[in-house]
């Protein structure tokens, strides 16, 4: 699956909450990780063991690849697995999932890709599920999702007992709706803190706070 702007953003959010000491954790879990992108990115705020969970094979050969060329591989272990699956005493102090998004929308005819991109491999119920399970006491979990997805999230979050503390709404410029939300939830209520950005001015360049999230990480900004 190729790298997309938005899974960069929720990315580099993220870590910049770890730079900030705003989240502080001893080790982190990467539900779906994909090629490992998300889990390298934070791998470069945090010296601690991050275990990025991948149901499909060839994702996961990939992501192996990819950790092992790294200069933080030996912090860096893919698990070839269903997160259900996982053992549940393990308690992890950052969740972070870029989850399947297009339930109900068409299919591809590629097997790998509707894992990826909708909910044959991992709903967001089980998701959440799997969440409670696995987050330590004091920990943040984030998610990525679609905007119109957010508040259908949080409520089966809040089943679960997870609670909002921070989001982004995303967009692409000012004069477009939110189509992307990255969530921040804990195991305690809070204020809610919501922060939106846009990715490019009405000029077609990128704003500034796209750009200092995004500098460290992308070669041409």
């Known amino acids: 699956m190729k790298v997309c702007t938005d899974s960069c953003l929720f990315g580099a959010w993220i870590a910049e909450k770890i730079s900030r000491k705003y989240i502080s954790p001893n080790n982190m879990l990467d539900i779906g ?7 390298l990115m934070l791998a470069q705020q945090i010296n601690v063991a991050i275990d990025a969970v991948e149901i499909d094979k ?34 992890y102090d950052l969740i972070i999932c870029n989850p399947p998004f297009f339930e109900n929308d068409l299919r591809s005819d590629n097997h790998e890709k509707n894992l990826a991109k909708h909910h044959e491999g991992l709903t967001l119920n089980d998701l959440t599920k799997s969440v409670n399970d696995l987050l330590s006491p004091e920990g943040y979990f984030a998610v990525l999702l679609p905007f119109h997805r957010s508040e259908y999230f949080k409520s089966m979050a809040n089943a679960q007992q997870l609670f909002l503390y921070e989001e982004l709404l995303i967009r692409q410029t000012e004069r477009h709706s939110f ?15 919501t922060e939106t ?6 000029q077609q360049n990128y704003t500034p706070r796209f750009i200092t999230l995004l500098k460290d990480y992308y070669l041409y900004l």
Do not use: C, Y
């Not at 990780?33 to 889990?39: A, D, H, Q, W």
């Not at 192996?64 to 997160?83: C, E, G, K, R, Y």
């Not at 950005?197 to 009405?202: A, L």
């Open 33 to 39: 990780t994909g090629t490992g992108v998300l889990s």
């Open 58 to 91: 060839n994702a996961f050969e990939q992501a192996t690849v990819n950790f092992a060329a790294s200069p933080w591989h030996q912090q860096l272990q893919a698990i070839h697995m269903d997160v259900t699956k996982m053992n549940k005493r393990h308690a």
């Open 179 to 193: 189509f992307r939300s990255v969530l921040l939830f804990g195991r305690n209520k809070k204020e809610i803190l």
């Open 197 to 202: 950005m846009s990715i490019k001015d009405d």
